[in-house]
């Protein structure tokens, strides 16, 4: 009985020392991560000397499944092999692109705060077929959709050769008959290299190791825009085949492949659909049309219903933030696209939203904005939270309410064994998803799930998220409560 009654009263002391103890949710913790900006390190001018690879089967627009190895030579000329796949899982290649070139970084991007413009030249671009099938898909396309002088780029009927390549651009003969494949290296034209610590993942080592990413353009979601596009976001990023992140077995299969044998990525389980639980960004994410955001859902599937905390920011490390928008609805069940292999397609129905302005740019705009169309006229301030509900949105914001989104969303395990959810790319020109022909045929940066259903903590993370400041300006997390500490000690002398 001794024992129990110490064991109270360090309780009691331990509740009322200061500073008080401290607890986290996992939710908020990784939110915090991202506003400290993760100690992310990005040099302007970048360094690209070396190879880059995907650490994965990636996913484009349309859509295309590929792989990337691209090496970048300390004269500015390249190097760069993209490997195309039927499947999602980058296991069935069908041909192989070699692409050489020459790129000169120029000055910091004026649109795209953090990156870099860059101006490329193509010399040649060669394609190798992987099966007779890929021959001939590929051949019909250029053939009925390229210039005069690609007509006869194979004539129907040419049988397979394993290895041969073939020359689809020269910029010596002037011949490029790329444009029917949606081909172009646009993503060169906008370029940043990020540079972080991992910490080693093994118990018995310490410290951590460097890994270096490399974020090249994004691609347009339409692909009747893509050949003129020219890049304000980025694509999911190359790691360096130095310094990438561990464990990561495509990265070696990827950087020891060529035209001749493309990178077949081992097989991977596919988790089955589980949206329940809180899922939330790893990364500050930059959306084409120079917006620099984190996001954190919430999905109830006992009822269907979701909530979402889109935290807006000014600068390409997350760290100044702009407005934070709060939306809920409900979400349809789940059905396997037909469109995109390993996807499953939902609707979500957006009836509600609440938006918290975070800079004084941004309570000036939604002042002037119209009366009526976006909540109370005029009424606007800085980190207080207003509804948008009752005006059916808010026009300056592009918010519009009710409506429905057609989405696509993949779930998968990452090499740590974590569950990753991927949502469907926004569409590039702004515009919202809002009919079943404009769902997404790919996926933005993926979110990681920080708990699971039983395990939601939403009113941990206000709409500002940046918790009450201590004497020193510094966020101070919530206390335990005492009467919490109490109960335990409580329980305690129950049991004994």
């Given at each position: 009985?001794l024992?129990?009654?110490?064991?109270a009263?360090?309780?009691l002391?331990?509740?009322?020392?200061?500073?008080?103890?401290r607890?986290?949710?996992?939710?908020?913790?990784?939110?915090r991560?991202?506003?400290?900006?993760?100690?992310?390190?990005?040099?302007?001018?970048?360094?690209?000397?070396?190879?880059?690879?995907?650490?994965?089967?990636?996913?484009?627009?349309?859509?295309?499944f590929?792989?990337?190895?691209?090496?970048?030579y300390?004269?500015?000329?390249?190097?760069?092999?993209?490997?195309?796949?039927?499947?999602?899982?980058?296991?069935e290649?069908?041909?192989?692109?070699v692409?050489?070139g020459?790129?000169?970084l120029?000055?910091?991007s004026?649109?795209?705060?953090g990156?870099?413009?860059?101006d490329?030249?193509?010399?040649?671009?060669?394609?190798?077929?992987?099966?007779?099938?890929?021959?001939?898909?590929?051949?019909?396309w250029?053939n009925?959709t390229?210039?005069?002088?690609?007509s006869?780029?194979?004539?129907?009927?040419?049988t397979?050769a394993?290895?041969?390549?073939?020359?689809?651009?020269?910029?010596?003969?002037?011949?490029?008959?790329?444009?029917?494949?949606?081909?172009?290296?646009?993503e060169?034209?906008?370029?940043?290299?990020?540079?972080?610590?991992?910490?080693l993942?093994?118990?018995?080592?310490?410290?951590?190791?460097?890994?270096?990413?490399?974020?090249?353009?994004?691609i347009?979601?339409?692909?009747?825009?893509?050949?003129?596009?020219?890049?304000?976001?980025?694509q999911?990023?190359?790691?360096?085949?130095?310094?990438?992140?561990h464990?990561?077995?495509?990265?070696g299969?990827?950087?020891?492949?060529?035209?001749?044998?493309?990178?077949i990525?081992?097989?991977?389980?596919?988790?089955?659909m589980?949206?329940?639980?809180?899922?939330?960004?790893?990364?500050?994410?930059?959306?084409p049309?120079?917006?620099f955001?984190?996001?954190?859902?919430?999905?109830?599937?006992?009822?269907?219903t979701?909530e979402?905390?889109y935290?807006?920011?000014?600068?390409?490390?997350?760290?100044?933030?702009?407005?934070?928008?709060?939306?809920?609805?409900?979400?349809?069940q789940?059905?396997?696209?037909?469109?995109?292999?390993?996807?499953?397609?939902?609707?979500?129905?957006?009836?509600?939203?609440?938006?918290?302005?975070?800079?004084?740019?941004?309570?000036?705009?939604l002042?002037?904005?119209?009366?009526?169309?976006?909540?109370?006229?005029?009424?606007?301030?800085?980190?207080?939270?207003?509804?948008?509900?009752?005006?059916?949105?808010?026009?300056?914001?592009?918010?519009?309410?009710p409506h429905?989104?057609?989405e696509?969303f993949?779930t998968?395990?990452?090499?740590?064994?974590r569950?990753?959810?991927?949502v469907?790319?926004?569409?590039?020109?702004?515009?919202?998803p809002?009919?079943?022909?404009?769902?997404?045929?790919?996926?933005?940066?993926?979110?990681?799930?920080?708990?699971?259903?039983?395990e939601?903590?939403?009113?941990?993370?206000?709409?500002?998220?940046?918790g009450?400041?201590d004497?020193n300006?510094?966020?101070?997390?919530?206390p335990?409560?005492v009467?919490f500490?109490?109960?335990?000690?409580l329980?305690?002398?129950?049991?004994d």
């Open positions: 009985m024992r129990c009654w110490w064991l009263g360090l309780l002391a331990c509740a009322a020392a200061e500073p008080p103890l607890w986290e949710p996992r939710c908020r913790q990784q939110l991560h991202l506003q400290d900006g993760a100690r992310i390190a990005a040099r302007l001018p970048p360094r690209l000397e070396g190879r880059w690879v995907s650490t994965g089967c990636e996913v484009r627009p349309g859509p295309e590929l792989t990337r190895s691209y090496l970048f300390a004269n500015r000329l390249f190097k760069a092999y993209q490997f195309y796949y039927w499947d999602p899982s980058c296991q290649p069908s041909y192989s692109l692409i050489k020459k790129l000169r120029r000055q910091a004026w649109i795209t705060r990156a870099t413009e860059a490329y030249h193509l010399h040649k671009v060669g394609i190798v077929f992987h099966s007779q099938k890929a021959m001939r898909e590929v051949a019909s250029i009925q390229s210039s005069e002088g690609c006869g780029f194979l004539p129907p009927g040419r397979w394993p290895g041969a390549l073939y020359e689809l651009l020269s910029a010596k003969s002037e011949r490029d008959c790329t444009a029917a494949l949606g081909f172009a290296m646009h060169l034209s906008l370029v940043r290299v990020e540079k972080h610590y991992q910490p993942l093994e118990p018995q080592q310490s410290g951590s190791q460097l890994v270096e990413e490399l974020y090249l353009g994004d347009h979601t339409d692909w009747l825009e893509r050949l003129h596009y020219r890049p304000t976001g980025y999911r990023p190359m790691q360096s085949a130095v310094h990438h992140v464990p990561c077995p495509a990265c299969i990827i950087y020891r492949a060529d035209e001749h044998h493309p990178p990525l081992p097989a991977r389980a596919e988790p089955p589980q949206l329940s639980g809180s899922w939330v960004s790893t990364h500050c994410e930059v959306r049309a120079v917006l955001l984190t996001r954190y859902f919430i999905f109830h599937g006992n009822n269907h979701w979402g905390y935290y807006h920011y000014s600068d390409p490390l997350c760290k100044q933030p702009t407005f934070t928008i709060y939306a809920s609805g409900r979400y349809t789940g059905v396997p696209s037909s469109k995109v292999r390993g996807g499953t397609e939902l609707a979500f129905k957006v009836t509600q939203a609440r938006v918290t302005p975070m800079d004084q740019l941004t309570v000036m705009m002042n002037s904005s119209e009366p009526g169309s976006c909540g109370l006229t005029n009424s606007w301030s800085a980190g207080v939270e207003q509804d948008i509900t009752p005006t059916n949105g808010c026009l300056a914001l592009g918010i519009k309410l429905t989104e057609y696509l993949k998968e395990h990452d090499m740590r064994d569950s990753l959810l991927y469907g790319e926004r569409p590039t020109d702004g515009s919202s809002d009919r079943p022909d404009k769902r997404p045929t790919s996926y933005q940066a993926p979110l990681i799930q920080c708990a699971g259903a039983p939601e903590f939403s009113n941990y993370v206000s709409l500002k998220y940046l009450e400041e004497a300006g510094s966020e101070a997390l919530k335990l409560p009467a500490l109490l109960f335990i000690a329980q305690f002398l129950r049991w």
